[in-house]
Each structure stands twice: as structure tokens, then as C-alpha cells.
């Protein structure tokens, strides 16, 4: 069956240093991978978009990797700030192209 | 623009009655989709329109919800009869494209007691 796994533990990590969140599937064969953002009390926010045939996208702080050998998307902030703390999920299309499918999120916590 | 609107925020009802949900996509986006995130299940798709067309309503949990898109600037979740483990947070979510970059809405709380 389809699965999405992500860390189900906080990841607590200090300011300024490196957060590093895993985002793993099996049975995908996704054309992209998304990653959010949600904050307690709020909808998801959309980040970052990388297709199957980027290696890795940026965007400011944010660096997210797809290697589809491995089946894995690695989410990086880097510098991380107290406001970084919020729950990220990844999300993949399934195989029919007729569902988006998310993982349970990781809970990042920065401490300053 | 002002982002995807839902009313209610919170709903609180009781078995067997009727609850409706409320849905504003962002103007000019042509795909429209409800999610269910619970603790258990996290987040999922219940169906989704496509220029105010239900595409696919595979992940409606059962008869008892329905979906409408009477327009491109409205639609609405029901569910009916209401039962306590309906109980969630409702989103609503809308995009240009079909599953690229999705916009959500602020969500509505339901509690069914």
C-alpha cells in the first residue's frame, strides 16, 4: 500500500543551528513533491514544489532534496529562528494523479 | 486578494442534526478541495472540483457527506445526519492548477457531541 512517513516525534533544536525534517514513501512514483507549513489553529501554507527531476530547490533559508532512489525528501531550514517552529508536512499525488496525499507532519521547535 | 474564506470557524452541534459548511475559493482559481485533519487520520482529501465539477469524491467518508459548487465563488460540505465521530477540522483549499500549490482556508472546528 501507499504510505508517507515523517517524523512523528518533535524535532527541538536550537537557534541558529540546521533543521533537518525526512519525508519518506513508498509505492510513489510522484512527478513532485510539496512541502507546508501549518501553525496551530490555521490551514496549511504552501513552500516549496520540487519535481522529479530537481534534485534540489531553494528558497531563502529553506532547501528541500527529492531523491527518488532512495524515495526520500529531506526539508532543511537553515539559521533556524524561534518563528520556524510550526508543523511541516510533506505531500505527494498518488499514482492516479487523482489525489494529493499528505504525511502527519513533523512538529519543528526552535529555542532560542 | 483575501485568501480562502470558510464559515463557521467553530461548529458545535449534536448527533442527527444537519451541518453545513461553507467554502469562498480564491477568485480566478479553478480547482477547489475539502480536507479532513484529525489527529488519527491527519490530513485527507474528501473530494475536489474542477471549474465547479466534482472530480473525485472517493475520499467522502460515507453517504452521509455531500458536496456542491453551485458557482466558481462558492461551495459547501454537509453532513447529515452529523455523528460524534465526524468530529474535526474541515479545510477548504483552492489552486490554479489541479494539485500544484495549494491555498487553504482558515478551516472550521466541528464538534459533534
Known amino acids: 500500500s501507499q504510505k508517507i512517513e515523517q517524523n512523528s516525534e518533535a524535532l527541538n533544536i536550537q537557534e541558529g543551528k540546521t533543521a533537518t525534517l525526512t519525508c519518506n514513501y513508498t509505492?510513489?512514483?510522484?512527478?513532485?513533491l510539496q512541502w507546508y507549513r501549518q501553525d496551530p489553529g490555521r490551514g496549511p501554507v504552501f513552500l516549496l514544489l520540487i519535481r522529479e527531476n530537481e534534485k534540489e530547490k531553494r528558497k531563502e533559508r529553506l532547501k528541500v532534496t527529492f531523491d527518488t532512489t532512495l524515495k526520500q525528501s529531506l526539508f532543511h531550514i537553515t539559521a533556524s529562528q524561534p518563528a520556524d517552529s510550526a508543523t511541516y508536512l510533506c505531500?505527494?499525488?498518488?499514482?492516479?494523479?487523482?489525489?494529493?496525499?499528505f504525511g502527519g507532519g513533523t512538529r519543528l521547535m526552535v529555542k532560542p | 486578494d483575501a485568501g480562502v474564506i470558510q464559515s463557521p470557524r467553530h461548529e458545535v452541534t449534536e448527533m442527527g442534526q444537519e451541518v453545513t459548511l461553507r467554502c469562498k475559493p480564491i477568485?480566478?482559481?479553478?480547482?477547489l478541495f475539502w480536507y479532513r485533519q484529525t489527529m488519527m487520520r491527519g490530513l485527507e482529501l474528501l473530494i475536489y472540483?474542477?471549474?465547479?465539477?466534482?472530480?473525485?469524491d472517493s475520499g467522502m467518508p460515507e453517504d452521509r457527506f455531500s458536496a456542491k459548487m453551485p458557482n466558481a465563488s462558492f461551495s459547501t460540505l454537509k453532513i447529515q445526519p452529523s455523528e460524534p465521530r465526524d468530529s474535526a477540522v474541515y479545510f477548504c483549499?483552492?489552486?490554479?492548477?489541479?494539485?500544484?500549490?495549494?491555498?487553504f482556508g482558515p478551516g472550521t472546528r466541528l464538534t459533534v457531541t
Open positions: 472540483f474542477n471549474n465547479n465539477v466534482p472530480i473525485d
Open positions: 483549499a483552492s489552486s490554479p492548477q489541479t494539485f500544484d500549490e495549494q491555498y
Open positions: 505531500a505527494l499525488e498518488n499514482n492516479a494523479g487523482n489525489m494529493l496525499t
Open positions: 509505492n510513489y512514483s510522484p512527478a513532485y
Open positions: 477568485s480566478g482559481h479553478d480547482y
